[in-house]
């Protein structure tokens, strides 16, 4: 009796301890930023105003590692998914790969996705929606040299590539979002880190996966330009006032 009380007692120990595990506020943060580009506005990394149609918007994917040691034990291992713009809304554009950012360049399974129009608006995004292992996402996977890539604090973010996002049509004040949406598959984990110094791997849809964003875009012609539309407004009044 006193025996299995102890088992028991051992028992609810390692139950306790697990979910202590489990439940740590660790995870991992997919952040898809807006950083410049040409006819772009950046007002901050998830707001951009475009001014033409034409106007490209150039792209980082990060990856933040937030452990719950506060310990610089943090890393990233590899990761991906798709880029895609919203069907809604008038502003319109197509999706380019870019480049992986070292030390995210690794032989075996890294690679820069492929532009293709998930959501059927005719106008591309990049990457896919398939489960199956060779399907065109960004993926992200470390070199190995160290591996995983640890950041130097607690809770390190990682540049993992870059995109462009070249605007296609835009009416004044259209809007559109681009959201990073983390590769999820069936028969193993795409993503994995390391979370205060233990390895940790989830599938796309995990809780413990989130995104920031997403960025919003909006087509705000510059006032030079506004004022030239002004002034040929004015001019074509006048003209037909003397006609
Ligand atoms: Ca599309
Ligand atoms: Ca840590």
């Given at each position: 009796?006193?025996?299995?009380?102890?088992?028991?007692?051992?028992?609810?120990?390692?139950?306790?301890?697990?979910?202590?595990?489990?439940?740590?506020?660790?995870?991992?943060?997919?952040?898809?930023?807006?950083?410049?580009?040409?006819?772009?506005?950046?007002?901050?990394?998830?707001?951009?105003?475009?001014?033409?149609?034409?106007?490209?918007?150039?792209?980082?994917?990060?990856?933040?590692?937030?452990?719950?040691?506060?310990?610089?034990n943090d890393g990233f291992i590899?990761?991906?998914?798709?880029?895609?713009?919203?069907?809604?809304?008038?502003?319109?554009?197509?999706?380019?790969?870019?480049?992986?950012?070292?030390?995210?360049?690794?032989?075996?399974?890294?690679?820069?996705?492929?532009?293709?129009?998930?959501?059927?608006?005719?106008?591309?995004?990049?990457?896919?929606?398939?489960?199956?292992?060779?399907?065109?996402?960004?993926?992200?996977?470390?070199?190995?040299?160290?591996?995983?890539?640890?950041?130097?604090?607690?809770?390190?973010?990682f540049m993992l590539g870059t995109?462009?996002?070249?605007?296609?049509?835009g009416p004044q004040n259209s809007?559109?979002?681009?959201?990073?949406?983390?590769?999820?598959?069936?028969?193993?984990?795409?993503?994995?880190?390391?979370?205060?110094?233990?390895?940790?791997?989830?599938?796309?849809?995990?809780?413990?996966?989130?995104?920031?964003?997403?960025?919003?875009?909006?087509?705000?012609?510059?006032?030079?330009?506004?004022?030239?539309?002004?002034?040929?407004?004015?001019?074509?009044?006048?003209?037909?006032?003397?006609?």
């Open positions: 009796m006193k025996t299995s009380r102890t088992l028991l007692t051992i028992a609810a120990v390692g139950v306790a301890v697990a979910c202590l595990v489990g439940s740590a506020n660790g995870g991992l943060i997919y952040d898809l930023r807006a950083v410049g580009g040409t006819n772009v506005t950046v007002v901050d990394s998830h707001t951009v105003n475009v001014t033409a149609v034409g106007a490209v918007v150039n792209l980082q994917l990060w990856a933040t590692v937030t452990g719950a040691d506060n310990v610089a590899s990761g991906g998914g798709s880029i895609i713009g919203a069907s809604t809304g008038l502003l319109k554009g197509n999706m380019s790969a870019g480049t992986n950012v070292e030390p995210f360049i690794n032989a075996i399974g890294d690679q820069v996705g492929t532009p293709v129009d998930l959501n059927s608006d005719g106008y591309l995004d990049l990457g896919s929606t398939s489960n199956t292992a060779s399907a065109p996402y960004f993926m992200a996977v470390s070199d190995g040299s160290p591996t995983p890539a640890y950041g130097t604090v607690a809770n390190p973010s995109f462009t996002y070249t605007v296609a049509a809007t559109t979002t681009l959201t990073f949406a983390p590769r999820i598959k069936k028969t193993s984990s795409p993503h994995q880190v390391m979370m205060d110094g233990g390895l940790v791997s989830y599938n796309g849809n995990d809780a413990a996966v989130s995104v920031s964003g997403p960025i919003n875009l909006s087509m705000v012609p510059e006032p030079a330009t506004m004022a030239l539309l002004g002034l040929g407004g004015l001019g074509m009044l006048l003209r037909r006032r003397r006609a």
